[in-house]
């Protein structure tokens, strides 16, 4: 009796084979399910331990851009100092220069003030006026001599020479008939060359050629 019913419940599974699948699915999903929440706690323990180290690293990173941007505006603010230092530094090495800028120059006059104290005493003393006139020419020749030696100032030669009008300055004329070009005929105020640069042009009375009235 129990082999018939056996035999028949195999007949039956021959039968229905889907019935058969289905019950092994079923288990076979069973056991995935039962399985499934060990992965999920896996995951989500590896995805905070993640958090956490991304959370450290964006706090050092943090930490270590502050510190870079305490040092930048360090330097910066010592940059700033020692700019306006050398900023005042040079102000005052200007205004100093401008103030003592005659200083060699005058020190010089200096000197030749000295000459002409010394040549007035000494007429006072003798009240010999050639004596007193030879003083002040040679104190003039000594003068001139300084300034053009030491500061490039030499007078500009205008009597006798030809009519330069970029050195000479014509205040009046008279007719010569016997010049062919425009001469100097008098030095009326001596003109005056710095280096290669006229300082002040020599005023004087040229000639004008041809014949006369």
Known sequence: MAREESVSEELEREDNPQEV?????????????????GAEDQQGSTGED????????LRLENEDLKTQLS??????????????????RLRREKEEGIAYANHQ?????????????????????????????D????????????LERKWGLKRIEAEGMEFDPNVHEAVTAEPREDHETQMVLEDFQRGYM?????????KVKVSIPGKGE
């Open 194 to 202: 710095l280096n290669d640069r006229v300082l002040r042009t020599s």
């Open 50 to 57: 993640k958090g956490e180290g991304l959370e450290s690293q």
């Open 71 to 88: 040092e930048l505006k360090d330097q910066y603010l010592r940059q700033q100092a020692d700019f306006d230092n050398m900023r005042k």
């Open 21 to 37: 699948g289905t019950a092994t699915d079923l288990e076979q999903n069973q056991t995935v399910d039962e399985q499934k929440p």
């Open 105 to 133: 120059i005058l020190e010089d006059l200096v000197a030749i003030i000295d000459d002409f104290e010394r040549a007035i005493r000494s007429s006072e003393e003798s009240r010999d006026f050639d004596a007193f006139h």
């Open 135 to 146: 003083g002040i020419a040679l104190i003039e020749r000594q003068f001139t001599s300084m």
